[in-house]
């Protein structure tokens, strides 16, 4: 299993531009999570989905959004790029049963800045 | 809303010295897990914690649960230059629908020193 991959790895953007960053998992986890994690800061949960069709917001959804047309897909959509959303960008998933909830396994992030 | 709260921030220590981490929620969590970051890396798992008072041992690391489920601690005996990297604790908050949410602290850096 390749676990959770994320791409690009790195993307330097300008103010107003638009842009997807991608989230694959393929161990059939039906929760997926996009966090964001400032300098020295905690991660913050912007989005998250418990299947296919479904998603919700977190903490910090503004200037995102997501869709989750697959369970082994979840992009994170930025619009109208701000300086404020330069970040690193983690994106996550976790198998549920029974509401039985184990460990999150975690991308290797992406780094993107915005100026 | 709910925050966890870790301290300290930063932990400098010589190779050899014991570390310790501390986290607080401000509700009552159902569980709390602890993840490790290596610097330029992704979170890791490490451990999660269910029961009340509940201490867990790895190696060089113990985990402890408070008994009010609203606190926990990770210590290190005898860092070693490997245990470098930042310490998170994350927290689920009991009751209702959290759909697997968990509230991150901020994070302890942990340098240690040759």
Not at chain 1, 89 to 102: E, G, P
Not at chain 2, 94 to 108: D, E, H, I, P, V
Request: glycine letters at 10%; hydrophobic letters at 30%; aromatic letters at 12%.
């Amino acid at each position: 299993n390749a676990g959770v991959t994320q791409t690009p790895k790195f993307r330097i953007l300008k103010i107003g531009q638009s842009m997807t960053l991608q989230c694959t998992q393929d161990m059939n986890h039906n929760y997926m999570y996009w966090y964001r994690q400032d300098p020295g800061m905690g991660l913050k949960l912007i989005y998250y989905s418990v299947g296919a069709g479904i998603t919700d917001k977190g903490e910090v959804p503004n200037g995102y959004n997501v869709s989750r047309s697959t369970t082994e897909d979840f992009p994170l959509r930025l619009e109208l790029a701000a300086p404020s959303q330069t970040s690193v960008y983690f994106c996550a998933s976790i198998k549920v049963r029974d509401r039985i909830y184990n460990e999150q396994f975690f991308g290797p992030g992406t780094r993107l800045t915005v100026l | 809303g709910q925050q966890v709260m870790q301290i300290p921030q930063y932990q400098h220590v010589q190779e050899g010295e014991d570390f310790t981490t501390y986290c607080n929620s401000s509700t009552t969590l159902s569980n709390i897990q602890w993840y490790k970051q290596r610097p330029g890396g992704h979170p890791v798992f490490l451990i999660q914690l269910v029961k009340s008072g509940e201490v867990k041992k790895q190696k060089r690391l113990t985990f402890q649960f408070g008994e009010a489920k609203k606190n926990s601690s990770l210590h290190i005996t005898a860092t070693q230059t490997t245990d470098v990297g930042t310490y998170f604790c994350a927290g689920r908050v009991a009751g209702g629908t959290s759909y697997g949410k968990l509230t991150f602290g901020q994070g302890t850096i942990l340098t240690v020193h040759p």
